[in-house]
C-alpha cells in the first residue's frame, strides 16, 4: 500500500484523501496486501513536493 502511493508521489500524484475508507485490502497467495484506491482527489505536484496539503480535514 504505501509502494503505491510512494510510486505515484515519484511521479508527481499527490492522492490527498487517505483515510481509512480508501484502504482495501486483498489476497495474493497466502499474503494480504493492502491497496490505496479511489484517486478522485489526486493532484499533480512537483516531483518532490511536500506543500501540497491534505485534501481535507479531519
Known amino acids: ?3 503505491g502511493h510512494y510510486v505515484a508521489w515519484k ?3 499527490q492522492h ?3 483515510t ?3 484502504l482495501m485490502y486483498k489476497m495474493d497467495g497466502d499474503d494480504m ?3 490505496l ?3 478522485n ?3 499533480r505536484c512537483a516531483i518532490g513536493d511536500e ?8
Open 16 to 18: 490527498r484523501d487517505i
Open 11 to 13: 511521479h508527481g500524484i
Open 41 to 43: 482527489f489526486t493532484q
Open 20 to 22: 481509512p475508507s480508501n
Open 1 to 3: 500500500m504505501f509502494e
Open 33 to 35: 496486501v493492502g491497496v
Open 37 to 39: 484506491i479511489d484517486f
Open 51 to 58: 506543500e501540497g496539503g491534505a485534501g481535507r480535514q479531519h
